[in-house]
């Protein structure tokens, strides 16, 4: 009888030793599943970091200063400005700012009346809205015009400065960590979306309905995605955006 007891004791002890060893086995199985869930969460979250580690990068602006500071064609005040980005490897943003002074002095003189934007990055824009009794045709050809020895080299090279400094030759990263920075997207966000999207954009026709909201997955209209247009415009879609599809 004694040994029946000992027997049912060993029994039901080594049931409670199963189910603690399933118990555990359970708890190991379902924290391993967490901890994937968890790394699949970072991987996904980190892409766009994956991205830029994987990028390709273009010629260093040291490179290009050096380059168009050797330029036949350019005049006292081009040349002193280029010649000091190359001594301290950047352009002056109070040099930026004297070449667009220049600019808007020509563009004065010969009758216009520019009401530019300071963006972000420091530099200007033109308004998204002209004068309707403007000739569009005539004001793009006298801002060429005035462009010449003051922001047309100089402001092309400031905004590889202020945009790129890290050289990504995928402008979609540009617009894809401006997004994010600003909360518009989340972290999953990827310069891929973006380029995809943008593709999209490029590709639209009359027979294509859909918005930028729905192409983009954001608004882009009116103040409240003036922000969302300016990181659009570091991809290069921001002129797309500008000429015409509609922005409701």
Not at 31 to 39: D, G, L, P, R, Y
Not at 194 to 218: K, P, V, Y
Request: charged letters at 25%.
């Amino acid at each position: 009888m004694m040994r029946v007891h000992k027997l049912m004791k060993n029994v039901v002890l080594l049931a409670v030793m199963l189910s603690m060893t399933l118990l555990c086995g359970c708890v190991g199985q379902k924290s391993t599943q967490n901890q994937a869930q968890e790394k699949s969460s970072v991987e996904r979250s980190g892409s766009l970091a994956q991205e830029k580690s994987n990028a390709e990068r273009i010629e260093s602006l040291e490179s290009i200063f050096k380059s168009e500071a050797s330029r036949k064609d350019l005049d006292d005040f081009e040349r002193d400005v280029l010649n000091r980005a190359v001594k301290t490897g950047r352009i002056d943003p109070a040099d930026y700012e004297a070449a667009h002074d220049k600019y808007l002095e020509c563009m004065a003189n010969a009758g216009y009346d520019e009401h530019d934007t300071k963006m972000p990055d420091g530099l200007y824009k033109s308004s998204e809205t002209m004068d309707p009794n403007i000739d569009s045709k005539q004001w793009f050809k006298q801002s060429v015009t005035c462009s010449d020895h003051t922001t047309g080299i100089i402001e092309g090279l400031f905004r590889d400065q202020q945009d790129n400094p890290e050289r990504y030759k995928d402008p979609g990263i540009l617009a894809a960590q401006c997004l994010m920075d600003a909360g518009i997207v989340d972290k999953t966000y990827t310069a891929a979306k973006f380029n995809e999207s943008a593709q999209i954009l490029q590709a639209h026709n009359d027979n294509d309905q859909r918005t930028l909201q729905e192409i983009f997955g954001f608004s882009v209209a009116g103040k409240q995605g003036s922000q969302a247009r300016y990181c659009l415009s570091l991809g290069g879609a921001g002129m797309a955006i500008d000429d015409g599809v509609d922005n409701p």
